[in-house]
């Protein structure tokens, strides 16, 4: 009986002590740190809130940058990938279905297009695109838009954010901060 009453004592002080007290500690020291991003990226325009810097969202007007496909809709409660297989006939239906709507400009070779352009990402959230991708859109939103061709790319290069510590992984682009600053280009 003194094992039982000691488990519990024991379950009880640990279960407030890293329950409780610990996650409040965390989020306490976060929030001064780094109130940005504690508070979850929140990105503002015109005084209200447009959306975070780490989530994608549903884009399909013709006049702005189109984040990746997802394969659950932009739902940031229920992430996750298609979990297909490369040789799965679902999978390459739905690249071939991405390559039509992903506002291409006709005749680019299927071989330019970058595999973030048509394929979902792995969380369906991912909030950044490739350089690549963004060019391969710029025939499309100049059309939409007006501006020139010259100016968009200027704005991706301006947009652009390098490698991991300078090393790991490729050059990208958060759409969110890409699209804002097109809004502001466009006087919007």
Do not use: C, H
Request: proline fraction near 7%.
């Amino acid at each position: 009986m003194t094992n039982l009453w000691r488990s519990l004592r024991f379950t009880i002080v640990f279960a407030i002590l890293l329950g409780l007290i610990y996650p409040l500690v965390v989020t306490g020291i976060s929030n001064v740190l780094f109130p940005f991003q504690a508070k979850g990226s929140m990105v503002q325009s015109n005084g209200r809130i447009v959306g975070s810097e780490l989530i994608a969202q549903s884009v399909t007007d013709p006049r702005l940058f189109w984040y990746r496909p997802s394969a659950v809709n932009y739902a940031a409660n229920g992430s996750g990938g298609s979990n297909l297989g490369p040789t799965n006939p679902a999978l390459i239906k739905e690249v071939q279905g991405n390559i039509k709507s992903a506002g291409v400009a006709p005749g680019t070779p299927i071989d330019s297009i970058p595999p973030d352009m048509v394929e979902s990402s792995a969380s369906g959230l991912d909030p950044d695109i490739s350089i690549q991708d963004a060019m391969l859109q710029i025939p499309r939103i100049s059309k939409a838009t007006g501006l020139s061709q010259s100016s968009l790319q200027a704005l991706v290069k301006q947009n652009e954010q390098g490698p991991s510590l300078g090393i790991w992984g490729t050059s990208m682009v958060n759409v969110m901060n890409l699209n804002l600053a097109l809004e502001k280009q466009m006087g919007r």
